[in-house]
């Protein structure tokens, strides 16, 4: 068979010389045991958490070597292509410090643009071609329905499924065939013509999972759609080896499609970069793990930690303890120590599932943020309430100085302890609310209507705004006595039947009253901060 002329018919024109491309994508000249990684997502709009776990990985393992992070689009699937997902994927992965050195939309060395697939189509066709030319690649006629039926049939056979061997029908179509069908006009894809035998194994070394053998591939995969465009395969394949890829990481998934890949460099005469297959993240549901599902669990999308406003280093921290093992101890010894002092490597990452686990987050989370300052915490919050909160809200942020007098009581700062009471900027919002809000509800007094009446009455009475806490205190403990509660704790211990309860009980009322709620730190600052006009109005009105 003429191959060239074969070629020529299937993809005509000119195109540049295959070395010219080694020369207008030079190998990078970096410092030795440097590493180029990529993300390299689909613009489907849906970026979430496996995401982040690749990107950190990818990041750590570029930079703490001097090395390249760059993002690729990987587009060549229209059908999944959703408006925006490209400035989605940047800002999600910008808020959790994920930093790219090249890419689309971020620019950087040109040398080895463009980053989206769909603009580099005359690349992927020129190697295509070439691969038809040397009879390496073929057209294939077989419409939707046939490939339907040949599954359905390996299937009932209990065959492996796929285009290869004896099933591969076009792989041996006669010249006259081929060109009868072209003129007929049928439409066609291109495929590999695969040498390999699954009798074969390959020795493959991951940098993950260490040592694995894997079976040759003898599928005849579709390398170039009829629409002209490549398939995910043949496309990474040239970009990887273009971009100068070292170290692609990538969830397990892929581990399946090696083979193919694999055949796909060695054919077009690439050399393999190093893969690091990551494995999933998996979720306690029950009795059972099992993968982080889009449908069932909110918290696999990266929206999810924005919405709810995640402190972006407490999600960082959490990814880094699931990736690396040896990552937690570290962080224990020094927790104040930049991230990247920590010495992150591909081979203490897990080789079975990491389990994800809210609670867990939601633990590092509150100790991060414990250890802000109030206006950093303030700062944080604020950039939160500007994209996510309400107008009431946002109009929180306009008395600053009130804002870090509340954050620095809710906080603990200048305390015996730091408090750890917030998790995330929602709910330290919902947290602070009363600082703001008359409470619309309150949690409910333990003690009756009359009792509580006489109470706030007799804080009216004796309130005085200028009191200090400690005079402060005396009056809820007259007011205690005058009500038959124990003005002192250790006398309502030695007689609690003598009582109606102690001083802990007036205050409690007092506290309900004020902020609505039964817990809450200092209470005397709390009704500093409020004021002389909006702490006796509360009270009154619970009265
Ligand atoms: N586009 C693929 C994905 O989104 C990339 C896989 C890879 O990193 O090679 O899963």
Redesign the pocket.
């Known amino acids: 068979m003429d191959y060239k002329a074969l070629a020529e018919r299937l993809l005509p024109g000119n195109y540049p010389d295959l070395d010219s491309y080694e020369k207008l994508y030079p190998p990078r000249d970096l410092p030795k045991g440097a590493q180029v990684t990529?993300?390299?997502?689909?613009p489907t709009g849906f970026i979430h958490l496996g995401n982040l776990f690749?990107a950190t990985a990818d990041e750590r393992l570029a930079h703490q070597n001097g090395g390249v992070l760059y993002l690729r689009i990987?587009d060549t699937d229209l059908k999944r292509k959703v408006d925006g997902a490209v400035e989605a994927v940047i800002s999600a992965l910008k808020y959790f410090d994920i930093k790219f050195d090249e890419g689309a939309e971020i620019g950087g060395d040109e040398t080895y643009a463009p980053w989206y697939q769909r603009q580099r189509a005359e690349i992927y066709r020129a190697f295509v071609k070439h691969l038809i030319e040397i009879g390496r690649a073929y057209p294939c006629f077989c419409t939707e329905d046939e490939l339907t039926k040949l599954r359905e049939e390996q299937t009932a056979k209990k065959e492996i499924t796929g285009y290869y061997g004896k099933y591969a029908k076009c792989r041996n179509l006669t010249e006259e065939e081929i060109y009868k069908n072209l003129d007929a006009g049928k439409p066609f894809v291109i495929r590999l013509r695969s040498m390999g035998n699954p009798e074969n194994k390959i020795k493959f070394h991951d940098e993950i999972k260490g040592d694995v053998t894997v079976t040759e591939n003898d599928q005849d995969v579709v390398i170039l759609k009829s629409d002209g465009i490549p398939t995910?395969h043949f496309a990474?394949a040239i970009d990887d080896h273009f971009m100068r890829t070292t170290l692609?990481?990538?969830?397990e998934e892929?581990l399946a499609s090696l083979p193919i890949h694999i055949e796909l460099f060695h054919v077009l005469g690439f050399e393999l970069p190093h893969y690091a297959h990551h494995c999933s993240l998996m979720k306690q549901d029950g009795e059972t793990r099992r993968k982080l599902s889009k449908r069932k669990d909110p918290e696999l999308s990266l929206e999810f930690y924005r919405k709810e406003g995640y402190f972006p280093r407490a999600v960082k921290v959490y990814m880094l303890t699931l990736l690396n093992s040896n990552f937690e101890e570290w962080y224990l010894k020094n927790p104040d120590k930049p991230l990247e002092e920590f010495k992150f490597s591909a081979e203490k990452m897990s080789k079975s599932g990491a389990l994800f686990d809210l609670d867990k987050l939601n633990d590092i989370s509150k100790n991060e943020l414990s250890k802000l300052s109030a206006e950093e915490m303030l700062d944080f919050l604020k950039v939160w309430a500007d994209e996510f909160g309400t107008a009431a809200q946002k109009s929180w942020f306009m008395d600053r100085e009130k804002m870090v007098q509340v954050l620095t009581l809710c906080m603990g700062i200048g305390g015996k302890k730091r408090r750890k009471d917030f998790t995330t900027a929602s709910q330290a919002m919902d947290f602070i609310k009363y600082f703001f809000e008359r409470p619309a509800e309150v949690d409910e007094y333990r003690v009756d209507g009359e009792t509580k009446r006489a109470i706030l009455h007799g804080f009216l009475a004796k309130y005085d705004p200028k009191d200090d806490a400690q005079s402060w205190f005396a009056k809820i403990k007259e007011i205690a006595a005058e009500n038959g509660f124990a003005a002192e704790m250790k006398d309502y211990k030695l007689a609690p039947d003598s009582y109606k309860g102690s001083v802990a009980d007036v205050a409690e009322v007092l506290r309900i009253a004020t902020t609505g709620k039964a817990n809450t730190p200092d209470l005397w600052t709390i009704q500093q901060i409020l004021g002389e006009k909006e702490t006796k109005e509360r009270v009154k009105e619970q009265i």
């Open positions: 990529r993300l390299a997502p689909s690749s990987e995910y990474h692609v990481i990538r969830g892929w």
